[in-house]
């Protein structure tokens, strides 16, 4: 029998922390009340949508919100509202959930994944740099695990090429870059309310942006190709319906209430266990950029370096930390581009409705991007958000377990 948890030994013990997302008697009532309302649609003045979105903008440091029903029709409204066509070219990065390329195939354009930097897990700059065709229109930046990109290079990049900037912000609610919260630093932002993420709606989304005609145009897109003074059947455009149902509002509205608070405890406590993993070695934390003036998080990120735990690979080191009680995960174990769904769509325009001969695009069998499959395959170890919420005492068993495991590494070679 060893000492640790898996190989017979006694479990450090999962931390206690309230579990997610939260639920309170304000929650209740804002749900009840939008029931009691029978306005169960947006379409009304008093719309808690309405004024969600609003109150989530100016939260993110944006002028205008717009919310939706999730975050994935969120990328697709805001690459429609940046003015998107079939047959565009999209630079991504490879380390995403699905969702960001997804919306790109949705909207007929094409996914042009591309790698990302090892210290911070954001699209490298330089990639994206060489992947600029004639046909780019725009980047899809995604602030993974809540870790901004870089937007001294990325927005000048854009800039000097004409092309937009959307962030795919679903991990980074209150997220900041030099001060300024992401969301509308580029040119859109889109976010997911989904249960697990840090503000939670069961299902929702946002487009974020400062720019008033793009704003306009989502608005339009989002309700059918109608204003919102509509209840009536004055369609300008042919559209999507994108719109969020009032109880998602309803519920987004009080869990915003809490947002604040939860991004500074848990700013707080990622940098107390960044520095903790910094010292123990063999995991390390994002890097530290003075230019993140505050973390949101989806994800605490850690790399693991399979040589410094006497060679144990990292799927059996998570093993190790579930069996210690820790719920760490290797998230997304994949690039985008080796997912079956990618290999079986093809190339070009992947979307639903094929229009192959447009643009033959990038060919996802034969891609390899190092750093985004090293990353996802030998590297990647995540912590949910909200473990970031326990006190420290708690946080301190994530160490504990973390420490024991590397000093008895070799029970788990045999
Ligand atoms: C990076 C990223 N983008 C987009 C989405 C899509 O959001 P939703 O699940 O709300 O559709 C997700 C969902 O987890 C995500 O992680």
């Known amino acids: 029998m060893g000492k640790l948890a898996l190989t017979g030994g006694k479990a450090v013990g999962a931390p206690r922390m309230e579990p997610w997302p ?22 009304t003045e008093s719309s808690a949508v309405g004024a969600f979105e609003q109150e989530f903008a100016a939260y993110q440091d944006a002028r205008y919100g717009i919310a939706v029903a999730n975050g994935t029709v969120a990328i697709e409204l805001a690459l429609l ?35 990302v930097d090892p210290d911070t897990i954001a699209i490298d700059p330089e990639a994206v740099a060489e992947a600029i065709t004639p046909r780019t229109k725009g980047i899809l930046a995604v602030l993974y695990g809540g870790y901004p990109v870089d937007f001294d290079r990325l927005l000048p990049l854009a800039q000097a090429n004409h092309l937009w900037l959307i962030e795919d912000a679903a991990h980074a609610h209150g997220t900041e870059w030099k001060g300024r919260k992401v969301g509308a630093i580029g040119t859109a932002g889109t976010f997911s309310f989904q249960m697990t993420k840090s503000l939670p709606g069961g299902e929702g989304g946002a487009v974020l942006t400062d720019d008033e005609e793009l704003y306009e145009r989502a608005m339009l897109l989002h309700n059918i190709g109608r204003g919102m003074e509509a209840r009536k059947y004055g369609h300008v455009v042919v559209a999507s319906n994108y719109r969020m149902s009032e109880f998602q509002g309803a519920v987004l509205g009080t869990q915003l209430s809490k947002l604040p608070s939860q991004v500074d405890k848990k700013h707080e406590n990622g940098e107390w266990l960044a520095a903790e993993l910094t010292r123990i070695g063999g995991i390390r934390p994002l890097k530290r950029d003075p230019r993140v003036t505050k973390r949101g998080y989806y994800f605490f990120v850690m790399r693991y370096d399979r040589e410094e735990f006497g060679g144990v690979p990292r799927d059996r080191f998570v093993d190790a930390m579930q ?33 192959p001969s447009l643009n033959p695009g990038p060919d996802y069998d034969n891609m390899h991007l190092p750093v985004a499959e090293r990353f996802c395959r030998e590297e990647q170890v995540v912590m949910l958000h909200h473990w970031l919420l326990a006190d420290g005492p708690q946080l301190q068993k994530v160490v504990d377990a973390i420490v024991k495991i590397k000093d008895n590494a070799e029970e788990l070679l045999s």
Request: glycine share 8%; aromatic share 8%; hydrophobic share 45%.
């Open 22 to 43: 939260p639920v309170g008697d304000d929650d209740r009532e804002a749900l009840l009340k939008a029931l009691d309302s029978r306005e169960w649609c947006r379409l």
């Open 323 to 355: 069996a210690e009680g820790m719920d760490v995960f290797p998230a997304y174990d994949i690039p985008i581009y080796a997912n079956r769904a990618y290999h079986q769509a093809g190339r070009g325009n992947t979307g639903p409705v094929r229009v």
């Open 81 to 115: 509202a940046a003015g998107v066509e079939a047959g565009d070219e999209v630079i991504l990065p490879a380390v995403t959930f699905i969702a960001t390329a997804s919306a790109v195939s949705m909207v007929n354009a094409v996914p042009v994944f591309v790698d």
